[in-house]
């Protein structure tokens, strides 16, 4: 029986709620199935800071190298400055393993409320590609002067040909594998117009690899409002860190929250392991109360189950959320019910179960 190692991180806030039912959903799966799971739960983020002073050992890439996958929950603490938060755990990750690709996929998942009144559930069918090693998040920068009034403080959104290359590499092999082969290109080249530029340029060079592929281009700012007015225009978008950070939040709002959006941040070559989460973040104000949504974590499982091989169960597990989602009876309070995590995950593994036993049957 194949099995599979998996880093379980928590982090912080609601993190630690939907992670331990994440691995419960898993498990689930994997019942009755050709191959199980080997976790090894990582209690990295703010609590490990206040111990140790650091959000993850020096040597915790190493640590988690040996995996097949990382299913990671939030990264973010009041007590503790965002940026050291962020770039202390899960930035670390992503570019220390190079999961250059980050996916997040987006639609109107059966018996959710979304907000745009003119936008049928198959007009809303998107995947957002977000460069996810360098942009505006390269890291480069810094401050001098400090505390005086020549005080200068700069971030330099940093592009290398090679990174750009091999995310519209990705997001164009993404698009062709779509049933309508459409990908928009998302830039601000006409403000910035040194690397969006090139952005742009090295878009159009790729773009000739795929003729089958039709794309687009798009201002970032425009595309807010396309996403609104003309969601049916859209299907797969590739964007850098900033942008599609961004665009992705407004995609999930759109599709009704959230709470339910998955991402991938995936090292295509699978030199190293691939980590999924939901996007939702520790959300604080929730947190200990059992009221947080984790169809988000669910979802990312199912892009693990997918970059695993395991595409029946990814399938199998898909099917079963949106079960579960088009009961409003099982809507947590960000959906506009009163459900528990334990509610949605209870129903989630009671449907596995059945499933499971309706095909011995």
């Excluded at 899960?90 to 996929?105: F, T």
């Excluded at 407004?250 to 996007?279: C, K, Q, V």
């Amino acid at each position: 029986m194949k099995t599979y190692r998996i880093a379980t991180i928590p982090g912080d806030g609601i993190g630690k709620e939907v992670v331990p039912a994440g691995r419960e959903v898993l498990e689930a799966v994997a019942a009755g199935s050709d191959f199980a799971f080997e976790f090894e739960d990582f209690g990295w983020g703010g609590d490990w800071f206040r111990a140790h002073g650091e959000m993850m050992p020096a040597n915790g890439l190493e640590a988690l190298g040996g995996k097949d996958a990382i299913l990671f929950g939030s990264a973010g603490d009041p007590h503790i400055p965002d940026h050291v938060t962020l770039w202390g755990l899960r930035l670390k990750i992503c570019q220390g393993l190079d999961q250059y690709a980050n996916v997040r996929p987006t639609r109107i998942l059966p018996g959710i409320d979304a907000p745009l009144k003119r936008c049928r559930r198959e007009d809303l069918d998107w995947v957002i590609v977000r460069e996810n090693s360098e942009g505006e998040y390269s890291g480069v920068g810094g401050r001098v002067h400090q505390g005086l009034p020549i005080e200068v403080a700069t971030d330099v959104s940093m592009m290398t040909r090679a990174g750009v290359e091999r995310i519209m590499r990705f997001a164009f092999r993404l698009a062709q594998s779509r049933p309508r082969k459409l990908l928009t290109v998302v830039t601000k080249s006409n403000a910035q117009r040194h690397a969006m530029v090139m952005w742009d340029e090295i878009a159009a060079e790729v773009a000739s690899e795929f003729p089958d592929v039709r794309w687009d281009k798009e201002l970032v700012d425009a595309a807010t409002a396309r996403m609104v007015n003309r969601p049916a225009s859209l299907d797969t978008l590739v964007a850098t860190n900033l942008h599609a950070d961004i665009l992705s939040d407004l995609a999930a709002a759109l599709a009704g929250s959230l709470g339910i959006a998955p991402t991938g941040n995936i090292d295509p070559e699978r030199r190293f392991p691939s980590m999924f989460e939901p996007i939702h973040g520790s959300a604080f104000d929730i947190m200990g109360q059992g009221l947080a949504n984790p169809i988000g974590t669910f979802w990312s499982a199912v892009m693990m189950l997918e970059h695993l091989g395991e595409v029946k169960a990814a399938a199998r597990l898909m099917r079963v959320i949106e079960q579960v989602t088009a009961k409003p009876r099982l809507h947590t309070r960000d959906l506009g019910g009163s459900a528990t995590t334990a509610d949605v995950t209870a129903a989630v593994c009671a449907a596995l179960a059945g499933a499971r036993g309706r095909q011995a049957a």
